[in-house]
């Protein structure tokens, strides 16, 4: 078990005295705090603190950081308050425990206070980006641990750590962190598709063994050849990256093992681009697979070549080109700039790229008039694309950027959608069509019979609200239609003192034939929708010429249905409730009202039908 004393020595590799004396400064009041307290496992308490500080040791962090990963669950566990903690250290480390206490309520409460815990996630967020940093460790440490927990606790925590965690670890460049957490959280939540791809890998590593060993040979002759010093790795896959796959890409196991993956490490810029010239020569590059991730980095700071070549007998080799420098920030990302920006080394590639990155982000925070808008950019890196939400029960969905109220009410499932008239975000009615923003608490509101309303599909943003919507919107627009028609049809006919009942059903099949009509109910939709004229049909039905009087007054139509299914009001003189009104009937639009007043009704009472 790691004890301080050998954790101070590691440190003295880059803290100075004084900064180490702190750190077990900050040991002993934890250890006193938690006195005591056991770890789910047996252990004392302060071995967990000790671990957390010791991954972030690992990736050098400062000492303060260190400080307030050995104090981090101080504040939440002990009740020792935030200010105590600023007299016996000092403001910066006591606000980092309290930011990481904050974020810890936010995500372990569920249906509680969520909103209010998860502002308190953004404040801290916004004072330091080490809260976060100490958060993952915190998180990584508890993964390490889970098997101690009983199995409810154990998939929640895994599904979070998989859905949330592992997304954060991967914006901020943290690959290693990354891939542990999407390693253990697999194995929590699917035991038995994990252990599955772990012995079909067992099993495909013996066969890929002469072929790895062989292309590895080759690419290291070559290089030799050239002059070039490098290392060359295999690389394996990680279960869960090829789970991953399997699902999204739709790839077979073997399509996956099948490709042999490759790190080339060498010493500088320059001669990556020689290497890249090298392998290319020896085996036949695949064309379009080319990537420059050195002259143009990814957003995380990430750089290395990376091509894609044909070998022996056609078997696809994956290559990737960089730097030790590169490497160590491919694997620690943000912490990687960390350690470059305390530490005086040159104003080298990386080196600047990562001070350059750090530096937006602070200059981010400084610009930024308040801090909730800081966490709006904050948010944006972390989460480009989605917003996480939760239901009043504390579940998390997962929303493309810009989703509403309704988008939500169809991801928990379509009869909500369908019936949802009303919501509430953080317990506070909301339209419908508000933009849903991560950590808010979404809470539904249907009622039974409730139908959609066409306007949503002005603003919902997922396939599946609007292919929803759209198809029960079909069958509304059709029964309504249906309705209308035959209101239409039946009133016409009292003129004649027919009614539907009484029609010849030889008669009806002709006009149904003449009209390439499948049936009675399509032909009332037709005339319900406008494409079929009421007094036209009824005339044809009756046997009669065309020749009606139109002036003949018919009386008031009571109108009903859901306003832009077939029946509108007109923009030009917006009636509403109470207004005398007229309606005309418009090809495929059903009826359309207007107050009776409406100058632009002039024309159209020429003919009243
Ligand atoms: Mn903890």
């Not at 050195?294 to 290559?319: C, D, R, W």
Request: with cysteine.
């Amino acid at each position: 078990m790691l004890t301080i004393e050998t954790f101070a020595t590691d440190l003295r590799s880059y803290l100075e005295p004084s900064q180490i004396a702190q750190v077990k400064k900050a040991y002993s009041f934890a250890d006193e705090a938690h006195q005591g307290q056991t770890r789910k496992s047996g252990e004392p308490y302060i071995s967990h603190p000790l671990a957390v500080a010791s991954i972030l040791a690992d990736m050098h962090m400062d000492h303060q950081c260190l400080m307030a990963a050995l104090l981090h669950d101080v504040i939440e566990d002990t009740g020792i308050p935030k200010h105590t903690l600023g007299k016996e250290f000092d403001d910066q480390v006591a606000e980092l425990v309290d930011g990481v206490s904050k974020l810890s309520s936010m995500f372990e409460s569920r249906a509680e206070a969520q909103a209010e815990n998860f502002q308190k996630m953004t404040l801290a967020m916004a004072k330091d980006i080490r809260v976060i940093l100490v958060k993952l460790a915190d998180r990584l440490h508890n993964m390490r641990t889970l098997d101690f927990l009983e199995p409810d606790r154990r998939r929640r925590i895994a599904r979070e750590t998989l859905e949330i965690y592992a997304p954060i670890a991967n914006r901020l460049g943290m690959n290693n962190i990354r891939i542990e957490f999407e390693e253990l959280g697999f194995k929590a939540l699917y035991p038995l598709r994990s252990s599955m791809i772990e012995r079909a890998v067992k099993k495909a590593r013996g066969n890929r063994k002469e072929v790895v060993s062989n292309v590895r040979q080759s690419i290291s002759t070559c290089l030799e050849r050239e002059g070039i010093e490098a290392k060359v790795f295999g690389r394996e896959k990680h279960l869960y990256s090829i789970y991953d796959k399997m699902k999204t890409k739709r790839l077979s196991f073997h399509e996956i093992m099948d490709v042999y993956a490759f790190r080339i490490i060498v010493d500088s810029v320059d001669t990556c681009y020689r290497t890249l010239g090298a392998v290319h020569n020896l085996y036949k590059p695949v064309a379009g697979r080319f990537k420059d991730y050195v002259a143009i980095p990814k957003a995380n700071g990430y750089q290395s070549l990376h091509t894609t070549l044909f070998g022996m007998h056609g078997l696809p080799i994956e290559i990737q080109i960089r730097t030790p420098e590169m490497e160590l920030v491919a694997n620690n990302g943000i912490a990687g700039h960390w350690l470059y920006k305390t530490s005086d080394d040159s104003d080298s590639g990386s080196h600047k790229r990562a001070r350059e990155w750090m530096q937006g982000l602070l200059e981010l925070q400084q610009s930024a008039g308040n801090s909730l808008e800081f966490i709006e950019n904050m948010k944006i890196d972390l989460f480009p694309d989605e917003v996480y939400v939760f239901t009043p029960r504390g579940e998390i969905y997962e929303l493309p950027h810009g989703s509403t109220p309704v988008d939500f009410g169809y991801a928990v499932h379509t009869d909500i959608g369908n019936t949802c008239v009303a919501c509430r975000i953080d317990r506070r009615l909301a339209p419908l069509s508000a933009s849903l923003e991560s950590g808010q608490t979404v809470q539904i509101i249907t009622a039974p019979g409730a139908l959609p309303n066409p306007a949503w599909l002005g603003f919902v943003t997922t396939g599946k609200a609007r292919s929803s919507i759209r198809h029960a919107l079909k069958n509304q627009q059709h029964s309504e239609s249906v309705t209308l028609g035959k209101r239409l049809l039946e009133r016409t006919l009292q003129t004649y003192q027919k009614s539907l009942a009484d029609i010849d059903p030889d008669k009806l099949k002709k006009v149904l034939e003449d009209r390439r009509i499948p049936d009675l109910q399509s032909l009332l939709a037709e005339v319900g929708l406008g494409n079929q004229m009421a007094h036209v049909i009824a005339a044809r039905l009756v046997t009669l010429p065309d020749n009606i009087d139109e002036n003949e007054y018919h009386g008031p139509l009571a109108i009903m249905g859901t306003e832009g299914m077939v029946v509108t009001y007109a923009r030009c003189c917006k009636p509403i409730a109470g207004d005398p009104i007229i309606g005309h009937i418009s090809a495929g639009r059903g009826i359309v009202i207007h107050a009776e007043t409406c100058k632009n009704m002039q024309d159209l009472r020429k003919k009243p039908e």
